[in-house]
Protein backbone atom coordinates (compact mmCIF):
# COMPACT_ATOMS: atom_id res chain seq x y z
CA UNK A 1 0.00 0.00 0.00
CA UNK A 2 1.43 3.28 -0.96
CA UNK A 3 -1.33 6.05 -0.94
CA UNK A 4 -0.28 9.31 -0.75
CA UNK A 5 -3.41 11.01 -1.87
CA UNK A 6 -6.91 10.47 -0.91
CA UNK A 7 -10.14 11.53 -2.31
CA UNK A 8 -13.50 11.60 -0.63
CA UNK A 9 -16.18 12.47 -2.57
CA UNK A 10 -19.15 13.58 -0.62
CA UNK A 11 -18.94 15.69 2.35
CA UNK A 12 -22.20 14.98 4.46
CA UNK A 13 -22.10 13.64 7.65
CA UNK A 14 -20.32 10.37 7.27
CA UNK A 15 -18.19 11.87 4.26
CA UNK A 16 -16.87 14.63 6.56
CA UNK A 17 -15.89 12.33 9.56
CA UNK A 18 -14.50 9.85 6.77
CA UNK A 19 -12.08 12.41 5.16
CA UNK A 20 -11.12 13.91 8.78
CA UNK A 21 -10.60 10.19 10.05
CA UNK A 22 -8.19 10.05 7.30
CA UNK A 23 -6.37 13.44 7.56
CA UNK A 24 -5.91 12.79 11.49
CA UNK A 25 -3.72 9.73 10.53
CA UNK A 26 -1.45 11.70 7.74
CA UNK A 27 -3.08 11.37 4.70
CA UNK A 28 -3.36 14.66 2.39
CA UNK A 29 -7.29 14.88 1.60
CA UNK A 30 -9.10 16.07 -1.15
CA UNK A 31 -13.13 16.97 -0.69
CA UNK A 32 -15.07 16.84 -3.28
CA UNK A 33 -18.77 17.67 -3.65
CA UNK A 34 -21.52 19.31 -6.51
CA UNK A 35 -20.98 22.69 -5.53
CA UNK A 36 -19.49 25.11 -3.42
CA UNK A 37 -22.37 25.81 -1.30
CA UNK A 38 -21.85 22.07 -0.29
CA UNK A 39 -18.21 22.81 0.07
CA UNK A 40 -18.67 25.78 2.92
CA UNK A 41 -20.55 23.19 4.81
CA UNK A 42 -18.54 20.42 4.61
CA UNK A 43 -15.63 23.17 6.23
CA UNK A 44 -18.03 24.05 8.94
CA UNK A 45 -18.62 19.84 9.52
CA UNK A 46 -14.91 19.62 9.13
CA UNK A 47 -14.12 22.45 11.65
CA UNK A 48 -16.30 21.36 14.32
CA UNK A 49 -14.61 17.44 13.86
CA UNK A 50 -11.32 19.27 14.94
CA UNK A 51 -12.82 20.05 18.06
CA UNK A 52 -14.18 16.98 18.39
CA UNK A 53 -11.12 14.99 18.01
CA UNK A 54 -9.08 17.66 19.67
CA UNK A 55 -11.47 16.83 22.68
CA UNK A 56 -11.92 13.10 22.52
CA UNK A 57 -8.12 12.62 21.75
CA UNK A 58 -6.75 14.72 24.04
CA UNK A 59 -4.12 15.51 20.89
CA UNK A 60 -4.72 19.26 20.02
CA UNK A 61 -1.45 18.93 17.78
CA UNK A 62 -2.51 16.52 16.34
CA UNK A 63 -5.67 17.60 15.27
CA UNK A 64 -5.07 21.16 14.19
CA UNK A 65 -2.64 19.30 11.94
CA UNK A 66 -5.63 17.32 10.28
CA UNK A 67 -7.58 20.74 9.89
CA UNK A 68 -4.35 21.66 7.60
CA UNK A 69 -4.26 18.14 5.34
CA UNK A 70 -7.54 19.31 3.01
CA UNK A 71 -7.82 20.90 0.05
CA UNK A 72 -11.71 21.13 -1.70
CA UNK A 73 -12.88 21.26 -5.15
CA UNK A 74 -16.43 21.06 -6.99
CA UNK A 75 -14.73 19.94 -10.53
CA UNK A 76 -14.78 16.45 -10.27
CA UNK A 77 -11.81 15.60 -12.50
CA UNK A 78 -9.57 18.65 -10.46
CA UNK A 79 -10.94 16.07 -7.69
CA UNK A 80 -9.11 12.91 -8.51
CA UNK A 81 -6.69 13.63 -10.80
CA UNK A 82 -3.66 12.22 -8.34
CA UNK A 83 -5.92 9.93 -6.21
CA UNK A 84 -4.67 7.09 -4.90
CA UNK A 85 -7.80 6.18 -3.29
CA UNK A 86 -11.40 7.38 -4.09
CA UNK A 87 -14.09 6.87 -1.16
CA UNK A 88 -17.35 7.40 -2.17
CA UNK A 89 -19.92 8.77 0.56
CA UNK A 90 -22.70 9.98 -1.56
CA UNK A 91 -26.52 10.07 -1.44
CA UNK A 92 -28.29 6.06 -0.85
CA UNK A 93 -29.61 6.54 -4.22
CA UNK A 94 -29.12 4.17 -6.76
CA UNK A 95 -28.73 6.59 -9.54
CA UNK A 96 -27.01 9.03 -8.14
CA UNK A 97 -24.23 6.44 -7.61
CA UNK A 98 -24.59 5.11 -10.86
CA UNK A 99 -24.09 8.78 -12.30
CA UNK A 100 -21.51 9.41 -10.41
CA UNK A 101 -18.90 6.48 -11.61
CA UNK A 102 -20.33 6.91 -15.36
CA UNK A 103 -18.86 10.15 -14.85
CA UNK A 104 -15.77 9.11 -12.53
CA UNK A 105 -14.49 6.17 -14.18
CA UNK A 106 -12.52 8.37 -17.54
CA UNK A 107 -11.34 11.04 -15.10
CA UNK A 108 -9.53 8.96 -12.83
CA UNK A 109 -6.31 7.99 -13.14
CA UNK A 110 -5.44 3.88 -14.09
CA UNK A 111 -3.74 3.60 -10.88
CA UNK A 112 -6.79 4.86 -8.30
CA UNK A 113 -8.88 2.27 -6.71
CA UNK A 114 -12.11 2.90 -5.77
CA UNK A 115 -14.21 2.12 -2.52
CA UNK A 116 -17.89 2.86 -1.63
CA UNK A 117 -19.27 3.68 1.81
CA UNK A 118 -23.07 2.31 0.61
CA UNK A 119 -24.65 1.16 3.40
CA UNK A 120 -27.01 -1.27 2.09
CA UNK A 121 -26.20 -1.65 -1.69
CA UNK A 122 -23.38 -4.08 -2.99
CA UNK A 123 -20.21 -2.93 -5.42
CA UNK A 124 -21.42 -5.69 -7.85
CA UNK A 125 -24.35 -3.14 -8.52
CA UNK A 126 -22.16 -0.62 -9.69
CA UNK A 127 -18.53 -1.80 -10.34
CA UNK A 128 -19.27 -2.11 -14.85
CA UNK A 129 -19.72 1.92 -14.76
CA UNK A 130 -16.17 2.13 -12.45
CA UNK A 131 -14.23 1.25 -15.79
CA UNK A 132 -12.11 -0.70 -12.72
CA UNK A 133 -14.20 -3.50 -11.69
CA UNK A 134 -11.18 -5.05 -10.13
CA UNK A 135 -10.34 -2.34 -8.47
CA UNK A 136 -13.31 -1.36 -6.49
CA UNK A 137 -15.27 -2.82 -3.83
CA UNK A 138 -16.73 -1.69 -0.35
CA UNK A 139 -15.46 0.04 2.92
CA UNK A 140 -18.18 0.61 5.15
CA UNK A 141 -17.57 3.11 8.25
CA UNK A 142 -20.20 3.35 10.87
CA UNK A 143 -21.22 7.02 12.14
CA UNK A 144 -18.51 8.52 14.68
CA UNK A 145 -16.02 6.90 13.47
CA UNK A 146 -13.35 8.32 15.46
CA UNK A 147 -15.23 6.00 18.47
CA UNK A 148 -17.17 3.50 16.18
CA UNK A 149 -13.93 2.58 14.74
CA UNK A 150 -15.55 -0.14 12.52
CA UNK A 151 -14.17 -0.50 8.88
CA UNK A 152 -15.96 -3.40 7.15
CA UNK A 153 -14.22 -4.34 3.89
CA UNK A 154 -16.68 -6.15 1.23
CA UNK A 155 -15.50 -6.67 -2.16
CA UNK A 156 -17.50 -8.41 -5.15
CA UNK A 157 -16.46 -11.47 -7.30
CA UNK A 158 -14.53 -9.34 -9.61
CA UNK A 159 -12.24 -7.76 -7.13
CA UNK A 160 -9.03 -8.26 -7.17
CA UNK A 161 -7.57 -10.19 -3.70
CA UNK A 162 -4.39 -8.46 -3.68
CA UNK A 163 -6.48 -4.74 -3.91
CA UNK A 164 -8.64 -5.70 -1.37
CA UNK A 165 -5.75 -6.35 0.93
CA UNK A 166 -4.65 -3.23 0.42
CA UNK A 167 -7.91 -1.78 1.07
CA UNK A 168 -7.61 -3.81 4.80
CA UNK A 169 -4.50 -2.36 5.27
CA UNK A 170 -5.26 1.15 4.60
CA UNK A 171 -8.39 0.97 7.26
CA UNK A 172 -5.67 -0.08 9.69
CA UNK A 173 -3.77 2.98 8.92
CA UNK A 174 -6.39 5.09 9.71
CA UNK A 175 -7.40 3.57 13.15
CA UNK A 176 -9.91 1.55 12.26
CA UNK A 177 -10.73 -2.18 12.91
CA UNK A 178 -10.83 -3.85 9.65
CA UNK A 179 -14.34 -6.41 9.23
CA UNK A 180 -13.26 -8.54 6.21
CA UNK A 181 -16.83 -9.37 4.71
CA UNK A 182 -16.25 -12.94 2.99
CA UNK A 183 -18.60 -12.36 0.24
CA UNK A 184 -21.75 -9.60 -0.82
CA UNK A 185 -24.28 -9.06 1.63
CA UNK A 186 -26.84 -5.98 1.25
CA UNK A 187 -25.77 -3.83 4.90
CA UNK A 188 -23.04 -6.20 5.50
CA UNK A 189 -22.76 -7.41 9.18
CA UNK A 190 -23.82 -4.08 10.80
CA UNK A 191 -26.52 -2.84 9.07
CA UNK A 192 -27.96 -6.61 8.91
CA UNK A 193 -28.73 -5.74 12.14
CA UNK A 194 -29.26 -2.24 12.21
CA UNK A 195 -31.61 -1.34 9.88
CA UNK A 196 -34.10 -3.98 10.93
CA UNK A 197 -33.86 -2.84 14.33
CA UNK A 198 -34.32 0.77 13.24
CA UNK A 199 -37.26 0.15 10.97
CA UNK A 200 -39.40 -1.99 13.98
CA UNK A 201 -38.61 0.97 15.71
CA UNK A 202 -40.52 3.08 13.19
CA UNK A 203 -43.02 1.20 11.96
CA UNK A 204 -43.81 1.04 15.66
CA UNK A 205 -44.01 5.05 15.53
CA UNK A 206 -45.99 5.56 12.05
CA UNK A 207 -48.27 3.16 13.24
CA UNK A 208 -49.20 5.30 16.01
CA UNK A 209 -48.21 2.59 18.79
CA UNK A 210 -46.20 4.70 21.12
CA UNK A 211 -43.84 7.86 20.43
CA UNK A 212 -40.48 8.36 19.75
CA UNK A 213 -39.44 9.11 23.01
CA UNK A 214 -41.43 6.17 24.56
CA UNK A 215 -39.95 3.47 22.18
CA UNK A 216 -36.11 4.95 23.25
CA UNK A 217 -36.68 5.26 26.81
CA UNK A 218 -38.50 1.28 27.10
CA UNK A 219 -35.08 -0.05 25.04
CA UNK A 220 -32.41 1.81 27.05
CA UNK A 221 -34.51 0.51 29.94
CA UNK A 222 -34.55 -2.64 28.99
CA UNK A 223 -31.27 -3.50 27.22
CA UNK A 224 -29.30 -0.52 29.36
CA UNK A 225 -28.40 0.94 25.87
CA UNK A 226 -26.91 4.46 25.85
CA UNK A 227 -29.45 5.15 23.29
CA UNK A 228 -32.15 4.03 21.67
CA UNK A 229 -33.61 3.92 17.67
CA UNK A 230 -34.30 7.73 17.41
CA UNK A 231 -31.46 8.73 19.31
CA UNK A 232 -29.32 6.56 16.15
CA UNK A 233 -31.53 8.31 13.95
CA UNK A 234 -30.73 11.15 14.72
CA UNK A 235 -26.89 10.61 13.86
CA UNK A 236 -27.43 8.15 10.91
CA UNK A 237 -29.54 11.43 9.41
CA UNK A 238 -32.93 11.32 8.70
CA UNK A 239 -32.66 12.05 5.23
CA UNK A 240 -30.17 8.86 4.63
CA UNK A 241 -33.45 6.82 6.79
CA UNK A 242 -35.66 8.73 3.72
CA UNK A 243 -33.25 6.84 1.18
CA UNK A 244 -33.28 4.10 2.60
CA UNK A 245 -37.20 3.89 3.14
CA UNK A 246 -38.06 5.32 -0.11
CA UNK A 247 -35.89 2.44 -1.82
CA UNK A 248 -37.50 -0.32 -0.44
CA UNK A 249 -40.74 1.50 -1.51
CA UNK A 250 -39.78 1.83 -5.24
CA UNK A 251 -38.96 -1.59 -4.72
CA UNK A 252 -42.19 -3.03 -3.99
CA UNK A 253 -44.89 -0.29 -6.11
CA UNK A 254 -48.17 -1.78 -3.75
CA UNK A 255 -49.93 1.08 -2.90
CA UNK A 256 -50.14 -0.05 0.99
CA UNK A 257 -46.55 -0.55 1.25
CA UNK A 258 -45.31 0.30 4.69
CA UNK A 259 -42.26 1.54 3.41
CA UNK A 260 -44.01 4.42 1.40
CA UNK A 261 -45.69 5.44 4.09
CA UNK A 262 -42.71 5.88 6.22
CA UNK A 263 -41.03 7.51 3.43
CA UNK A 264 -43.67 10.04 3.59
CA UNK A 265 -44.32 10.69 6.76
CA UNK A 266 -40.24 11.11 7.10
CA UNK A 267 -40.34 14.08 3.90
CA UNK A 268 -43.46 15.69 5.22
CA UNK A 269 -42.77 15.87 9.20
CA UNK A 270 -38.88 15.97 8.72
CA UNK A 271 -36.91 16.62 5.67
CA UNK A 272 -39.58 19.65 4.36
CA UNK A 273 -39.37 21.34 7.95
CA UNK A 274 -35.49 21.00 7.72
CA UNK A 275 -34.70 18.81 10.42
CA UNK A 276 -32.49 15.97 8.82
CA UNK A 277 -31.06 15.21 12.77
CA UNK A 278 -28.74 15.81 15.08
CA UNK A 279 -26.09 17.81 12.22
CA UNK A 280 -29.33 20.65 11.55
CA UNK A 281 -29.82 20.86 15.21
CA UNK A 282 -33.47 19.05 15.09
CA UNK A 283 -35.13 15.79 14.17
CA UNK A 284 -36.69 13.86 16.64
CA UNK A 285 -34.72 15.28 19.27
CA UNK A 286 -33.56 18.90 19.71
CA UNK A 287 -29.59 19.21 19.79
CA UNK A 288 -27.20 20.14 20.94
CA UNK A 289 -29.55 19.30 24.54
CA UNK A 290 -31.49 16.62 23.51
CA UNK A 291 -34.18 14.70 25.78
CA UNK A 292 -32.54 11.19 26.14
CA UNK A 293 -29.29 12.80 27.19
CA UNK A 294 -31.15 14.10 30.75
CA UNK A 295 -30.31 12.29 33.36
CA UNK A 296 -34.26 12.23 34.54
CA UNK A 297 -35.29 10.82 30.87
CA UNK A 298 -35.51 7.18 32.41
CA UNK A 299 -37.18 8.19 35.51
CA UNK A 300 -40.74 9.04 34.89
Do not use: C
Not at 82 to 90: F, G, P, R, S, V
Not at 91 to 116: G, R
Not at 141 to 167: L, R, S
Request: no cysteine; proline share 5%; charged share 25%.
Amino acid sequence: MNFKHVTVAGSGVLGSQIAFQTAFHGYQVRVYDINDQALEKAKERLAGLQKVYKDFFKDEAKAEAASQRFTFSSDLAEAVKNADLIIEAIPEVVDIKTNFYKQLSPLAPEKTIIVTNSSTMVPSQFAEYTGRPEKFLALHFANEVWKNNTAEIMGHAGTDWEIEQEIIDFAASIGMVPLHIKKEQPGYILNSLLVPFLDAAEMLWINDIADPETIDKTWMIATGAPTGPFAILDVVGIQTAYNIALGKAQADPSPDNKFRKMADILKAEFLDKGKTGQGSGEGFYKYPNPAYADPNFLKS
